[in-house]
């Protein structure tokens, strides 16, 4: 049987001692000053200690395993064999905050005269664009409205209902994302067309990315 248990490294605990409420099974107390794990045997595994800690100075690791084997010879006693092994525990994943800001992002269904498009730093994306780069999120999203699509896969011009976004709202900037591939050149020419058709000056740039994720100049 493998357990979940906190390790503390006292090189980095601050003793601040707040580790020591959080946890509710009583396993933990300070010791000279630094946290220390007492009863690794009441240890919970759920590392609420670790939500609490400013100093990164715990981690869970997983130790192991205790077997007893009964004899079934007459007159002999239990043997137990003991396995003895730690290792450390997968880290916990940090959640990556996501930057959508407004549902629908498909082209095709949003409404030209939606509120969030007013005073909006505008991103038109290829569909296929925050899948091949893997910080789309942080880099391109953040504090902009996105719409996209695929002009190949949609079979349509996008051009016509990205005019009357520009033109029914205060749009203060356009990105064009699109991909590396040829057919990703409708995105691009829609939004040319829309910007040209407009009636309105308006800052924006292209934004393309090769098919191994990489933002090219």
């Known amino acids: 049987m493998v357990k979940k248990i906190v390790k503390i490294d006292e090189n980095k605990c601050c003793g601040c001692g707040l580790c020591v409420p959080a946890c509710h099974e009583g396993a933990i107390a300070l010791v000279n000053g630094k946290a220390k794990l007492l009863h690794d045997d009441y240890c919970d595994g759920l590392g609420n200690c670790l939500l609490v800690c400013p100093a990164g100075a715990i981690s869970l690791q997983e130790m192991a395993v205790v077997e007893t084997l009964a004899c079934a010879c007459p007159g002999t006693h239990a043997k137990q064999i003991t396995h003895e092994c730690t290792r450390e525990a997968a880290p916990a994943r940090t959640p990556v905050p996501a930057h959508l800001n407004q549902w629908p992002v498909q082209i095709k269904l949003?409404?030209?005269?939606?509120?969030?498009?007013?005073?909006?730093?505008?991103?038109?994306?290829?569909?296929?664009?925050a899948f091949a780069y893997g910080n789309f999120h942080a880099d391109y999203m953040k504090k902009k409205i996105t719409i996209i699509g695929c002009p190949?896969?949609?079979?349509?011009?996008?051009?016509?209902?990205?005019?009357?976004?520009?033109?029914?709202?205060?749009?203060?900037?356009?990105?064009?994302?699109?991909?590396?591939?040829?057919?990703?050149?409708?995105?691009?020419?829609?939004?040319?067309?829309?910007?040209?058709?407009?009636?309105?000056?308006?800052?924006?740039?292209?934004?393309?990315?090769?098919?191994?994720?990489?933002?090219?100049?």
């Not at 990105?175 to 407009?198: D, F």
């Open 110 to 129: 949003v409404a030209p005269n939606a509120k969030y498009f007013n005073n909006a730093d505008l991103l038109i994306a290829a569909d296929c664009t």
């Open 152 to 217: 190949k896969l949609d079979n349509e011009d996008y051009s016509h209902k990205l005019a009357s976004i520009l033109k029914m709202n205060e749009i203060k900037s356009v990105t064009a994302a699109r991909m590396e591939v040829p057919c990703c050149a409708g995105i691009e020419n829609a939004v040319k067309n829309a910007l040209q058709n407009c009636g309105k000056i308006i800052p924006w740039q292209v934004v393309t990315v090769s098919t191994d994720g990489k933002i090219l100049e």
